[in-house]
Antibody, heavy 113, light 113 residues
Framework: QLVESGGDLVQPGGSLRLSCVASKFKFGNYDMSWARQAPGKGLEWVSGISATGDNTYYADFAEGRFTVSRDNSKNTQYLQMNSLRVEDTALYYC????????WGQGTMVTVSS | DVVLTQSPLSLPVTLGQPASISCRSS???????????LNWFHQRPGQSPRRLIYKVSNRDSGVPDRFSGSGSGTDFTLKISRVEAEDVGLYYC??????????FGPGTKVEIK
């Protein structure tokens, strides 16, 4: 199970940190991803992180603004999002693997003034 | 970035009849390791995506055998042998051969006639 949290209404230029708590599987054995879906739009991959946290990967729009991290002792993945833009408004999903096999229910991020 | 196109974008289907969705890639998805990283996802209205098929033709656990994937290189197909009411929603193909970024197709909306 994957449970995301941290989504909120934020002004352009603001920051948010999303969390994803995993349970019922060996979190530390899995690479993880974040993906997003803007209202009424398709799926968009955001970032990936290796099982150990040593390697991170980003979509171009996230590079330099978003930072993915994880704490395997807490079975938790994070997404720190800075310099948020209106176009970052979306439902953000946490998922297992880079390809990704299992998805959480998502947390909504709304960027608006 | 690899661009995936899907057709049709809208697919009205009759219950019990077959359905087929095409996914075409802007370049071959055959990886240097011999695998082809093309997955299919299903998203029911109001729900998070569920992976159905990975690496072209492998069904995920619990996916009914009426779903099948095929293809190679740049052309791929998802087939539903007999459509059931629960199959409505959006279907996305996704490539993980050339990443980052992982990219998704635009989605095909399946609805019952």
């Amino acid at each position: 199970q994957l449970v995301e949290s941290g989504g909120d209404l934020v002004q352009p230029g603001g920051s948010l940190r999303l969390s994803c708590v995993a349970s019922k599987f060996k979190f530390g054995n899995y690479d993880m991803s974040w993906a997003r879906q803007a209202p009424g739009k398709g799926l968009e991959w955001v970032s990936g992180i290796s099982a150990t946290g040593d390697n991170t990967y980003y979509a171009d729009f996230a590079e330099g603004r978003f930072t993915v991290s994880r704490d395997n002792s807490k079975n938790t993945q994070y997404l720190q999002m800075n310099s948020l833009r209106v176009e970052d408004t979306a439902l953000y999903y946490c998922a297992t693997g880079y390809d990704p096999g299992f998805w959480g229910q998502g947390t909504m991020v709304t960027v608006s003034s | 970035d690899v661009v995936l196109t899907q057709s049709p974008l809208s697919l009205p289907v009759t219950l019990g009849q077959p359905a087929s969705i095409s996914c075409r890639s802007s370049q071959s998805l055959l990886s240097s390791d011999g695998n082809t990283y093309l997955n299919w996802f299903h998203q029911r209205p109001g729900q998070s995506p569920r992976r159905l098929i990975y690496k072209v033709s492998n069904r995920d656990s619990g996916v009914p055998d009426r779903f099948s994937g095929s293809g190679s290189g740049t052309d791929f197909t998802l087939k539903i042998s007999r459509v059931e009411a629960e199959d409505v929603g959006l279907y996305y193909c996704m490539q993980g051969t050339y990443w980052p970024p992982i990219t998704f197709g635009p989605g095909t909306k399946v609805e019952i006639k």
